[in-house]
């Protein structure tokens, strides 16, 4: 009796010094390696970095189009006025998907990105009569904790 007492205590205090593989490093590895990034884009990608180098009254547009490209869009607002229009959104949704613990704790952390810029300008009669850069720059984190019913997964 005393023997089986002595193997009971020496399991119990070897079981308290086993390390859960939730919080090994392994597992973190895991849990990195485990993200699903996707990335959506639309529109012509442009050099905002040229954009300074627009000069209204005197840039034309075959040097819109060698410094930009091609634009998006052109709308002809009258026999004298054409908008041009050049646009670009770029999104990332970021969606790490790992276990913690057991498959009722299932935790899904999302995260979405996006950068868009516009660029607006208004030519008259073959010219740059004014123009407007735009950027919008938003990030959001959404945590979510969902439980799962294993029950359900049949």
């Known amino acids: 009796m005393k023997?089986?007492?002595l193997i009971s205590a020496v399991s119990l205090l070897l079981a308290g010094c086993i390390q859960s593989p939730y919080n090994s490093q392994v597992f973190q590895d895991?849990?990195?390696?485990?993200t699903n990034v996707q990335t959506n884009e639309f529109?012509?990608?442009?050099?905002e970095n040229l954009v300074p180098k627009i000069i209204k009254g005197k840039?034309?547009?075959q040097q819109l189009i060698a410094m930009f490209g091609e634009p998006n869009m052109k709308?002809?607002?009258n026999e004298k006025d054409t908008k041009w229009n050049y646009f670009h959104t770029k999104m990332q949704?970021?969606?790490?998907?790992y276990m913690t613990g057991s498959l009722s704790d299932f935790q899904n952390n999302i995260k979405q990105s996006s950068m868009t810029k516009?660029?607006?300008?208004l030519v008259r009669n073959g010219k740059v009569l004014n123009y407007a850069l735009q950027k919008a720059d938003p990030t959001i984190?959404?945590?979510?904790?969902t439980k799962i019913d294993p029950q359900k997964l049949n």
């Open 75 to 77: 709308l002809v607002l």
């Open 30 to 34: 895991i849990q990195k390696a485990s």
């Open 118 to 121: 516009t660029l607006d300008i």
């Open 93 to 97: 949704f970021e969606s790490p998907t």
């Open 141 to 145: 984190k959404t945590n979510t904790k």
């Open 3 to 5: 023997k089986l007492f």
């Open 43 to 47: 529109g012509n990608d442009f050099n």
């Open 59 to 61: 840039t034309t547009e």
